[in-house]
């Protein structure tokens, strides 16, 4: 599967934004779909998490209560939607999949297959 993530972009502190991760090749029905970010010098890090059914979600943290995830299997389309962007949030966001139907350890990048190439987000304070 090919994964196509787009929406990122250049915002100041407190704004919004809403990342898409779009699937092609096959279906991602049957897939758990994360999210990761990677901010400049910094490791990748987990953000969050979606099963397939989308009633088990994963957050990290850092973005619990700001950033939510969300998927429209019938678009095979997964989103993240991002309130109060901080500075700190500055990253190149990449979305995964994996399969199966449980979380499993959603933060583990390592499980996850499939890899869209990352879409850039910067928060200016």
């Known amino acids: 599967v090919q994964l196509q993530a787009s929406g990122g972009g250049l915002v100041q502190a407190g704004d919004s934004l809403t990342l898409s991760c779009a699937a092609s090749?096959?279906?991602?029905?049957?897939?758990?779909m994360g999210w990761f970010r990677q901010a400049p010098g910094k490791e990748r890090e987990f953000v969050a998490a979606i099963t397939w059914s989308g009633g088990s979600t994963a957050y990290a943290d850092s973005v619990k209560g700001r950033f939510t995830i969300s998927r429209d299997n019938t678009k095979n389309t997964v989103y993240l939607q991002m309130n109060s962007l901080k500075p700190e949030d500055t990253a190149v966001y990449r979305c995964?999949?994996?399969?199966?139907?449980?979380?499993?350890?959603?933060?583990?990048?390592?499980?996850?297959?499939?890899w869209g190439q990352g879409t850039l987000v910067t928060v200016s304070s």
């Open positions: 090749g096959r279906t991602i029905v049957n897939n758990v």
């Open positions: 995964a999949g994996k399969t199966g139907r449980t979380l499993g350890f959603p933060n583990d990048a390592r499980g996850y297959r499939d």
